[in-house]
Every structure is written in C-alpha cells, then in structure tokens.
C-alpha cells in the first residue's frame, strides 16, 4: 500500500479510472455484439442504425484514451465490412 499522501491520491485516482474505463469497455462490446447480432439476423437497417451507435461510442473511448485510436478504426472498419457483405448478399428488394 502506498505511504505518502501523494501515492493514496494517485492509487484513488487510478481506482476511479479503472472503474470508468471498465464501464466503458463493456459499453463498447455491448454496442458491438448488437450490430454483430443484427447482421447475423440479415437486418441491414438496424445495422446500420446500431453501427452509428457503435461507431460513436468507439470514437469517443479513442478519444478519452480508453482504447487505442486505431482499435477503434479497425473494429468500425470491420463491422462496416460486414454489413457492406450482407448488403450485397441480400436480395433485391
């Protein structure tokens, strides 16, 4: 445990960030597994309308450092190219 009150400032400090970026990262996979579940359901518009969500959120954790800036362009890329596929897989309606 730390002894200086400067060392119990920053382990508080570094338990409040853990417990934030945990909520965080969990926000994340949730918004991912639901754009991921749409697409598996061929639902191309909730798709779309959950990667906005998603695309979002992920921006937004880049930004506050919570992931690395280019996880979050590689899973949009990727959740873009899946509902790109299914787009084209679909029938025309």
Same mark, same amino acid.
Do not use: F, W
């Given at each position: 445990?730390?002894?200086?009150?400067?060392?119990?400032?920053?382990?508080?400090?570094?338990?409040?960030?853990?417990?934030?970026?945990? %909520?965080? @990262?969990?926000?994340?996979?949730?918004?991912?597994? #639901? !754009? +991921?579940?749409?697409?598996? *359901?061929?639902?191309?518009?909730?798709?779309?309308?959950?990667?906005?969500? %998603?695309? @979002?959120?992920?921006?937004?954790?880049?930004?506050? #450092? !919570? +992931?690395?800036?280019?996880? *979050?362009?590689?899973?949009?890329?990727?959740?873009?190219?899946?509902?790109?596929?299914? @787009?084209?897989?679909?029938?025309?309606?």
């Amino acid at each position: 445990m730390p002894h200086s009150a400067s060392a119990k400032k920053r382990h508080r400090q570094s338990l409040e960030r853990r417990d934030k970026n945990r %909520a965080v @990262k969990r926000e994340l996979k949730t918004r991912v597994r #639901k !754009v +991921i579940d749409a697409v598996d *359901a061929g639902k191309a518009e909730d798709a779309q309308g959950a990667l906005q969500v %998603a695309a @979002k959120k992920l921006d937004r954790a880049a930004a506050h #450092k !919570v +992931i690395h800036r280019n996880a *979050a362009a590689r899973t949009k890329s990727r959740l873009a190219a899946r509902i790109k596929t299914l @787009k084209a897989t679909a029938p025309a309606e």
